[in-house]
């Protein structure tokens, strides 16, 4: 390491924290990262990374893409290998099972790609030193010096560590975002529930072929319809379809502490009961006992700025999004992206702690309206598929050209772009 390169705190070992890490370790960057958990690991099932963050990938390290592809699973078909979803009418009591009406379909250049979470963190864990992790590190307070020094981090256990800036990757309940917020009180420190749960269930791949059909097993399918909408996708390799029931309603989440709760099937029936014959073949092949998540995000009070001095917050600890454009992951690692670049720029590292300033000042300015604008679109995409959107309702040619105009949005950005854009920015900064 060269002897004026900063050295990097890492606050969470998730996708975004690990990601970063070797992003900044092939930069040439002194890294430690702290997690909170006896191990690495992630909960939940299938996440999906678009076109833009695909690039991103690849620019944060070709290791890093060569995981996913690993891991990755696309449609079956061929000839759907650019179709993102299938969007159909959940509510077509009139056709039979796996015959639903098709509204209208959404493509991009790399289709549907679905990961299962863990799976993909499995393949990145690989990459990362054993020597730079530490576990059981429950992040308690950051104390940040006027000035020269080190920026100090205090965890639960009582230990204690120092590095010359730290990066919050620790998720959508984020320590470092609370403290950079002003306490776990302050209105943002905690992410707010947005009414809406989702049910989750994997079948195996056959089981669904021999009750849907070979198209709606195999491929990627979206059951819109009145305050629910299902969703359905290839995991594994193909071997099982992963199922996705969301719902709205105005009760309250129980227990903000507690993100899932076990439930039965007989509640998915209840929600889903004005939908057709297809969606209730997807329930009857659900377990008859399965996991509810209740779907949070930091919408209602977003942050006003990523960075604080030399801490900065990245990913989902900054922009917890709701799952609805299949983009939050993705997200993530163009963060990643643009923060490895600026890191890794001499212009910071000869500028010592002012240059870390800027670096995270630059990442700050040029991330903050796009993932925030995220975290919003996404909002009003669920809605959108749930016939609740202002003004659209179950408009359904509204309905696809707002949202093939949202997601275009993410998608066609182009990652070189964004990290030219930051890094004039940051230059600028230091002049």
Not at 114 to 129: G, N, S
Not at 329 to 350: P, Q, R, S, W, Y
Request: charge should be negative; aromatic fraction near 8%; proline fraction near 4%.
């Amino acid at each position: 390491m060269a002897a004026n390169k900063p050295s990097i705190a890492i606050i969470g070992g998730g996708i975004s924290g690990l990601t970063l890490a070797i992003a900044l370790i092939r930069r040439g960057l002194n890294v430690q990262i702290y997690e909170q958990a006896r191990a690495f690991g992630e909960i939940g099932a299938g996440v999906a990374f678009g076109p833009n963050s695909i690039r991103a990938m690849k620019t944060c390290s070709p290791d890093i893409f060569d995981a996913f592809e690993k891991v990755a699973t696309i449609n079956q078909w061929p000839e759907k290998k650019n179709v993102w979803f299938d969007f159909h009418d959940g509510y077509d009591k009139d056709s039979p099972v796996g015959q639903e009406k098709l509204l209208f379909t959404l493509s991009s250049e790399s289709g549907n790609n679905a990961v299962h979470r863990a799976h993909f963190l499995d393949e990145v864990i690989k990459l990362v030193p054993d020597e730079i992790t530490h576990f059981r590190k429950h992040l308690d307070t950051i104390e940040q010096p006027i000035g020269q020094g080190k920026v100090k981090m205090t965890f639960h256990d009582g230990t204690a560590a120092e590095a010359d800036a730290v990066i919050g990757c620790d998720g959508i309940k984020s320590r470092t975002r609370a403290w950079m917020l002003g306490g776990d009180d302050t209105p943002g420190a905690a992410p707010v529930y947005t009414h809406k749960y989702a049910y989750r269930g994997l079948i195996p791949m056959q089981r669904a072929v021999d009750a849907l059909g070979d198209d709606n097993a195999r491929n990627s399918k979206m059951h819109l319809g009145q305050d629910g909408h299902i969703l359905t996708f290839p995991v594994s390799k193909g071997q099982t379809m992963n199922v996705v029931a969301f719902y709205t309603n105005n009760d309250d989440w129980p227990d903000a502490q507690h993100l899932t709760k076990s439930t039965e099937k007989k509640h998915v029936y209840e929600d889903f009961k004005h939908f057709g014959p297809t969606v209730q073949k997807i329930i009857d092949m659900l377990e008859p006992n399965l996991d509810c998540w209740a779907i949070f995000d930091t919408g209602d009070h977003p942050m006003q700025a990523y960075n604080k001095g030399r801490v900065c917050c990245l990913g989902d600890a900054g922009h917890a999004t709701s799952p609805h454009h299949g983009a939050g992951a993705g997200m993530c690692i163009e963060d990643t992206a643009i923060m490895a670049e600026l890191l890794a720029e001499k212009t910071v590292h000869d500028a010592g702690i002012k240059g870390i300033e800027a670096a995270f000042q630059a990442f700050n300015d040029c991330r903050l309206e796009r993932t925030q604008w995220l975290v919003q679109s996404s909002r009003r995409t669920g809605d959108l598929y749930e016939w609740r959107a202002e003004h659209v309702g179950r408009d359904i040619e509204k309905i696809h050209t707002e949202c093939k105009e949202r997601d275009e949005k993410i998608w066609n950005v182009k990652i070189d772009d964004l990290i030219t854009e930051a890094k004039q920015h940051l230059r600028t900064l230091l002049s």
